[in-house]
């Protein structure tokens, strides 16, 4: 079973880049029919899905949040990472991977991003 891990800083600054690694564990990224998901939650309201990454590397992005997001992925580490740009306070949230198959989805634990100079 996939088991996922987020990782980075807790606090960001205003206008700075937000950066984040989600490790996995269980079967590798390039995994056929395994597609990888930053997805998060801001206070006080509903799951915002960022992006995706396919096993093959292809990207895609949320149409609201395409202009300052970037997915990629390191194969020999068995990670993907997100990097939103220009965060402003209504970033702030909690920040989840997850990975979705035909046996289901699959998610880390989330971490808690506050931006905040």
């Known amino acids: 079973q996939v088991q996922l891990q987020e990782s980075g800083p807790g606090l960001v600054k205003p206008s700075q880049t937000l950066s984040l690694t989600c490790t996995v564990s269980g079967d590798p990224i390039t995994t056929n029919g395994i597609c990888w998901s930053w997805i998060r939650q801001p206070p006080g309201k509903g799951l915002e899905w960022m992006g995706s990454i396919s096993n093959s590397g292809s990207t895609y992005y949320s149409p609201f949040l395409k202009s300052r997001t970037s997915i990629d992925r390191d194969t020999s580490k068995n990670q993907f990472t997100l990097q939103l740009s220009s965060v402003t306070p209504e970033d702030t949230a909690v920040y989840y991977c997850?990975?979705?198959?035909?046996?289901?989805?699959?998610w880390g634990q989330g971490t808690q991003v506050t931006v905040s100079s």
């Open positions: 997850n990975a979705a198959n035909m046996g289901g989805v699959y």
